[in-house]
DNA sequence: GATGACAGGTTTCATGATGGAACCAGTTGG
DNA sequence: CCAACTGGTTCCATCATGAAACCTGTCATC
């Protein structure tokens, strides 16, 4: 049986995983934050077949987390930019870059990281506040329905 | 062919896709956080079929984000329990959660969302701040190379 | 200490998703 | 006008997913 759509799950998080939670999407997101545009570009940089990346292509923008525009070249083509909910997805970008950046271990002799590009500095690592400024950890927090 | 391994990706994003980039292991990992132990649990919660969890629950702890522990309640079985490791995918359901709150819509009567548990009350946004705690958005990151 | 139910899987099989390669139409550069 | 490039589509083989049946060890009860 297909694999089960989990679009209309009360949890904020399933949703989420419903529509970006494969394979490709968000690296195709880290991409395009990274202002790449074209078609190319994106297979190119994430060596995936071109059939695939036309179809998650095409459910970004069906899903609003991409759209098409003219070509910024003045060429006939067109480019995949993100829109603002697309933008949205930075921190979870930045989130999953922290996590694999502690935990996994890179390639030697090539570690990656992201730093702020005003000053060249490290960046804090995410936290999460109260509205009082507490920082909360993953045992201070729960799910709770809200009218 | 077998989907690309990203294991060995230089950039730290892609090679957190690479272990927790699945279906189903976030929700397992949300689960979890939520005090989830067990088998069966899991399995009612997510309603995934046996087999798959069965192979997602190994990797997992293969990954070391989850880890067999006896069970509390004294009985011959076994739990799956958080890792530190594990616990710290926290803020990456955080970023999800706070995303799929503001975009996604959810199914009629029933929306959820996170607050301090202490309080009851709502959370801040996710915020990047550099060293210097500016604030970061999309454009003001980048990646590199360090040593 | 037999027995039936439950926890936690494994096996089998059908089906859907993935990926490589070949092909193709419109665009561009020369 | 022709060749190469962009951005796909189509076809096919293979892999992963999922439902259901089955199976083994544990627990609660009598």
Redo the contacts with the bound molecule.
Sequence with gaps: ????SLAGAVCPIARSLDVIG???SLLIVRDALRGMR???EFQKSLG?????L??R?RTLVAQGILELAPATDG???R?YVLTAKGRDLFHVLVALGQWGQEHLDPPAGSRLTMVDRARGEPLRRLELRARDGRVLGPGDTIMTKIA
Aim: aromatic share 18%; no cysteine; hydrophobic share 35%.
């Design positions: 049986m297909r694999r089960k494969d394979w490709w074209r078609f190319s995936v077949s071109k059939n695939i036309t179809q292509l060429s006939a083509y480019e």
